[in-house]
């Protein structure tokens, strides 16, 4: 994982401690962390090492748990794509009995298949259906009460789409990225040159960049001097 | 032998009379009547009845002792407290495992109480001889709640011991033993939680000591003995002093006075591997590659020593960046502690951990196997020839891709998979839940909630695998399609594939997508840290409706072969000309210093030749 992922550079003295020390399994820093997920969803920051840290918490703490910081965390980490991020989180969400101190129904059960899907279409990088199925008249409860939290969530998961377009064109269609970024005529020509990008008669070039450019190549074997030391050394003790 | 037994017994702070002490000290086994006398005096009272009835229990078990065992154990127990170091590892290594097949391949070993009087009542002695004594219910029979209980409870005795004395203690074990003490301790608390969540087979009495069971076996119970086995140790500060090149000296400055003595540094490495594996049974990939931070894989590491602790440490690390979709990593591990236990296999097929390291040997050829049909990858042959040999069939299945790929990844990864556990126990100490769940008729118990996966972590686990690799099922089709090209038409590879135009463009977008993996850096410091590379030789770009490809392909690779022979002929030629020459007047000598010069020669050379080839 990239550095940033490890240590985003909007991680405070405070969460880095509680990531990185034994802190992180008392359950009295679990508002700390809770209160800086809130502050990642109204400032578009991410990291996930430190949403991480509170599944871990109501891993070993099912009383503290709470269903709707889950399902931000989970919407948090959708649109890291394709990084495993929403997997991992996933991962930590232990078998629970049902939790009789909640005084609401747990919404989690109803909603994870869902996000699931959504996940799921974006790794498959199914945009068009992602839109289609994160609009459905299904999913409003998600829409309403969760993602129209997470500032920028609809963008940043344009930038997943963005991600793979730019690591598998050079030119494309003007359609066929508005329909990967439900973006219609006059949004996509802002969006795209607000990205800098050149639009052509309805075809937009994408800019080189490592992923988009190919080339046939021989690899040649690269010798070290490291591998010939001993050779070396023997003739020059002769 | 009765001299040390008088005093053990007695600083037993119990009320039995001076005649029974001294019956117990010489008469074992043969007093029948004079109990019988002490039975029928009336005025005992039930205590000491009881006191009396398990002291002569006590006794007859102590009769049955083979007199070789009861030597075994003196022997032992003089070696601990001498911390002969060699004569611990033989009684460790050899004789418990000797003495276990002759006399106690199917019952338990005699209860620390029982052997006690041998050992002068020692106390860490007898909390080591439990240690070993529940391993042997674990490894050969079947553990009841008295037996999971207790050796946890004789774990915390060891731990606390080692942890809470006045200044760090002064016993050495050999450094396989402390491994298994760490190791027998996560295998024990994984056992202890597959087996209490299985709500269904328990019984009342079961029940009952599982609802007051506590901190028994928690999750923080377990992280807690090893975190601070690793603050305790200082093993973190050790092993970043060690790599900055710090003098013995300064070293010993930085760890204090625990960190200095062996015992407490072999404990603080082996429970950094500890928490490594705790944390993935625990589903968290992450943190237990962050826990690794600190520690450098390579082979020259000091704890190569210890073959378990290396392949279990490349195994769950390999295991870790599966889960984290980085399948060059998991592959590189992999083969790297592959060819590792090959090479090692003369010296380990005496270990009497060999099985256990060939069954996980087998389970990472089986992990290889999927990574290498997730990312293909030409790494090593040798390893990828092996893991055919085993797994071809399912190879084939899970490389092609398309229906039959799921029931092959799933067969595999449950069966080289750890035993993943829940960091929870069903509600023991609610009864009304706890009946809530033993009256559903599903053997799931949350089925309702989460669906079935989530009854067994394992499964849970498998189902994201599955999602990821259906994600790519349709990879090798365009793949096998794309190498035969070098540029063409989307809708023609669309016919091709009797697909629709534009959910092909999607899945080329999922073919560029798997084919980056962020991977490891040499230099890179962590195990987690790592850039994104290209993983495959493959490589495509959609100009609007056009694909264009590009097959990368590597030159031959001499280099290897001559440097390593040239190496050889050096060595070969020093040799010869390091011997002494064949004086003239003994002319019937020079053909046997001929033959015992190639003789040397070959020597030398043949190990060479051989891991030549496995490498070429």
């Not at chain 2, 190569?304 to 279990?312: E, F, L, N, Q, S």
């Not at chain 2, 087998?362 to 790494?379: H, V």
Request: proline residues 5%; negative net charge.
């Amino acid at each position: 994982m990239a550095a940033s992922w490890v240590s985003p550079p909007t991680r405070t003295e405070l969460i880095e401690d509680l990531v990185s020390g034994v802190d992180r399994y008392n359950p009295s820093n679990l508002s700390i962390l809770e209160d800086y997920l809130y502050h990642q969803i109204r400032s578009q920051e991410y990291d996930c090492l430190a949403n991480l840290a509170i599944l871990k918490l109501y891993q070993f703490n099912p009383d503290l748990y709470n269903p709707d910081i889950v399902i931000n965390i989970l919407t948090k980490a959708l649109t890291a794509s394709p990084l495993p991020d929403f997997n991992l989180c996933i991962s930590l969400l232990d078998e629970r009995p049902i939790n009789a101190t909640l005084d609401e129904p747990d919404p989690l059960p109803s909603l994870l298949p869902t996000l699931k899907r959504l996940n799921d279409l974006l790794y498959k990088c199914r945009f068009p259906a992602f839109w289609e199925y994160y609009q459905s008249d299904e999913l409003e409860n998600l829409r309403d009460n969760y993602t129209v939290e997470c500032v920028g969530f609809e963008d940043a998961v344009r930038e997943v789409a963005i991600r793979a377009v730019k690591a598998t064109f050079t030119r494309i269609s003007a359609d066929r990225l508005a329909s990967y970024l439900d973006l219609n005529g006059s949004e996509l020509t802002e969006f795209v040159e607000k990205k800098g990008w050149k639009m052509e008669e309805n075809v937009i070039v994408i800019p080189p960049n490592p992923d988009n450019q190919i080339e046939a190549t021989v690899v040649q074997e690269n010798i070290k001097l490291a591998q010939l030391t001993k050779v070396i050394a023997h003739s020059a003790g002769n | 032998m009765a001299q040390p037994r008088v005093a053990l017994w007695a600083t037993e702070a119990d009320d039995m009379d001076e005649d029974l002490q001294d019956m117990s000290l010489g008469n074992y086994g043969q007093n029948g009547q004079y109990d019988d006398t002490l039975f029928q005096q009336p005025q005992i009272d039930e205590a000491t009845l009881m006191a009396m009835q398990q002291h002569m229990a006590q006794q007859a078990a102590f009769a049955q002792i083979p007199d070789v065992v009861k030597g075994f154990i003196v022997h032992f127990h003089q070696a601990v407290l001498e911390n002969n170091l060699p004569e611990i590892t033989v009684a460790y290594e050899s004789g418990w495992n000797k003495y276990t097949e002759k006399f106690y391949a199917r019952t338990e070993w005699p209860e620390a109480e029982v052997i006690a009087p041998l050992v002068n009542d020692d106390p860490i002695f007898l909390i080591l001889y439990r240690e070993l004594y529940y391993r042997h219910v674990y490894s050969r029979l079947q553990p009841n709640i008295d037996d999971r209980f207790h050796s946890y409870e004789n774990s915390c005795e060891l731990f606390n011991y080692l942890l809470n004395s006045e200044g760090p203690v002064q016993l050495e074990l050999p450094e396989q033993w402390l491994w298994d003490i760490i190791d027998e301790f996560i295998y024990q608390f994984q056992v202890f939680c597959t087996w209490r969540s299985k709500v269904k087979s328990k019984t009342d009495d079961e029940l009952t000591m599982l609802a007051d069971g506590g901190p028994v076996w928690s999750s923080y119970s377990v992280l807690n003995v090893l975190y601070s086995l690793i603050q305790k140790s200082k093993i973190n500060e050790y092993i970043n002093a060690h790599q900055a090149g710090k003098t013995p000296e300064e070293i010993a400055e930085v760890v204090g006075e625990f960190g200095v003595r062996p015992l407490y540094r072999h404990l603080g490495y082996f429970s950094i591997i500890g928490l490594l594996r705790v944390h993935v049974l625990l589903g968290d990939f992450t943190l237990a590659l962050k826990v690794m931070e600190n520690v450098e894989l390579n082979q020259k590491s000091p704890y190569t020593r210890v073959t378990a602790c290396t392949v279990a440490t490349y195994y769950y690390v390999g295991f870790c960046y599966i889960m984290l979709r980085r399948y060059p990593d998991a592959i590189r591990t992999f083969v790297s502690i592959l060819n590792w236990i090959m090479r090692m296999r003369q010296y380990h097929t005496r270990s009497y951990q060999y099985d256990q390291i060939s069954k996980t040997a087998d389970r990472m050829y089986a992990l290889f196997a999927i990574c290498n049909a997730l990312s293909p990858s030409r790494l090593d042959d040798n390893i990828a020839n092996i893991s055919k040999e085993r797994y071809g069939e399912q190879f084939m299945k899970m490389a092609r891709g398309g229906e039959d790929a799921a029931p092959a990844f799933k067969e595999l990864f449950l069966y080289a998979c750890p035993k993943f556990i829940n960091a929870n126990a069903p509600p023991y100490d609610d009864s009304a839940a706890i009946h809530a769940l033993l009256d559903q008729p599903s053997p799931d118990p949350s089925s309702t909630e989460f669906g079935e996966s989530f009854a067994d972590p394992a499964h849970r686990h498998l189902s994201l695998l599955l999602s990821e690799a259906l994600a790519q099922t349709s990879v090798p089709t365009l793949r096998s399609f794309l190498k035969l090209y070098t540029s063409l038409g989307a809708k023609k590879l669309a016919n091709f594939l009797d697909a629709d135009e534009e959910e092909m463009v999607q899945q080329l977008m999922v073919m560029k997508q798997a084919s980056r993996s962020v991977t490891h850096v040499p230099g890179g410091k962590g195990l987690l840290d790592g850039q994104t590379a290209t993983t495959s030789d493959l490589n495509f770009v959609i100009n609007e409706n056009m694909v264009h490809i590009a097959e990368s392909t590597v030159g031959r690779r001499y280099a290897g072969w001559f440097i390593k022979n040239t190496e050889r002929t050096q060595r070969l030629y020093d040799d010869l000309k390091n011997q002494p020459l064949a004086v003239a007047s003994k002319t019937e000598n020079t053909p046997t210093a001929a033959v015992s010069v190639e003789s040397k020669v070959a020597r030398s050379a043949t190990p060479k030749v051989a891991w030549g080839a496995v490498k070429a």
